[in-house]
Each structure stands twice: as structure tokens, then as C-alpha cells.
């Protein structure tokens, strides 16, 4: 089998990908420059290590998505009307 390429992307040259998945990521995340941006800094400040950086971006920008996607809770986003005492 063929060695797989990946290229260095991101200011510190450190976030790997191959051009099938910079393909995949760009047709699914708009700005995906930020995303490879945001990587490659924690990277370059955190000694952790990550076995798919593709994986990585495409977890990430789940993640953002769901934090601001409306709710689906419909009963929390009517008002209730206050409850009259019963006497």
C-alpha cells in the first residue's frame, strides 16, 4: 500500500491532512481556515496529541454547532402563564 501524504497546514505547520480530507472538511465547515487556525495553536501550546486532526476539526465544529443551535426544548422557550393561587 501506498503511504499516505498528508500536508502541513495551519500557521505552525503542525495540523496534517490529507487532500481528501481537506476536501471533505472544506465541503462540510464554512470557515474552515479557522477551525485549522484554531488547531494549530492548541497544538503549538499543549503537548497533547491527536491521532485524526481531520477528526479533531470535524469533532470541534460539532461541538460549536450544537452550543448554538436553538434549543429543542419547546416547553422552555414559551412563557408560562403565572399559576393563580388557589384559595
Known amino acids: 500500500a ?3 501524504c498528508k500536508h502541513a497546514h495551519g500557521f ?4 496534517l491532512l490529507t487532500d481528501e480530507e481537506m476536501q471533505k472538511l472544506s465541503s462540510e465547515i464554512p470557515n474552515l481556515d479557522d477551525d ?3 488547531l494549530s495553536n492548541y497544538l503549538a501550546n499543549n503537548k497533547k496529541e491527536y491521532k485524526s486532526h481531520c477528526a479533531t476539526i470535524r ?5 460549536d454547532v450544537d ?3 436553538p434549543s ?3 416547553a422552555a422557550e414559551e412563557p408560562q ?5 388557589s384559595y
Open 2 to 4: 501506498l503511504p499516505i
Open 12 to 15: 505552525f505547520a503542525n495540523v
Open 36 to 38: 485549522i487556525e484554531r
Open 59 to 63: 469533532n470541534w465544529y460539532k461541538r
Open 67 to 69: 452550543k448554538t443551535a
Open 72 to 74: 429543542t426544548n419547546h
Open 81 to 85: 402563564a403565572p399559576r393563580r393561587k
